[in-house]
């Protein structure tokens, strides 16, 4: 239901932006963001974005990644600046809805970002 791109290969310092588009409204999703993996490690949250458009950000990413969403395109990105070798991994966008009785959560496929000299 989302598709996650923009990654590829970028030098240490550079910049990146991810894309991530779907067919559902993300304004009514109450929370979107982005994890990353690398292999053997666990999925770790990058940024958050809620439905005002509240962000939140480890300290690992604070100041250089910018999580955003455009509700009206129903697409959120993520700007990533100063890329540092251990950025390396795969980027998954996710959304989460609520509805009477329960809620649901929708995933990227990921999109490898590579940093690397």
């Known amino acids: 239901q989302l598709q996650a791109s923009g990654g590829g290969l970028v030098q240490p310092g550079g910049s990146l932006r991810l894309s991530c588009t779907t067919s559902?409204?993300?304004?009514?999703?109450?929370?979107m963001g982005w994890y990353r993996q690398t292999p053997g490690k666990q999925r770790e949250l990058v940024a958050g974005?809620?439905?005002?458009?509240?962000?939140n950000y480890p300290d690992s990413v604070k100041g250089r990644f910018t999580v955003s969403r455009d509700n009206a395109e129903d697409t959120m990105y993520l700007q990533m600046i100063g890329l540092k070798p251990e950025d390396t991994a795969v980027y998954y966008c996710?959304?989460?809805?609520?509805?009477?009785?329960?809620?649901?959560?929708?995933w990227g496929q990921g999109t490898l970002v590579t940093v690397s000299s």
């Open positions: 974005i809620s439905q005002t458009g509240i962000t």
């Open positions: 996710y959304a989460k809805f609520a509805y009477v009785g329960g809620h649901s959560d929708y």
């Open positions: 559902l409204p993300i304004a009514s999703a109450y929370a």
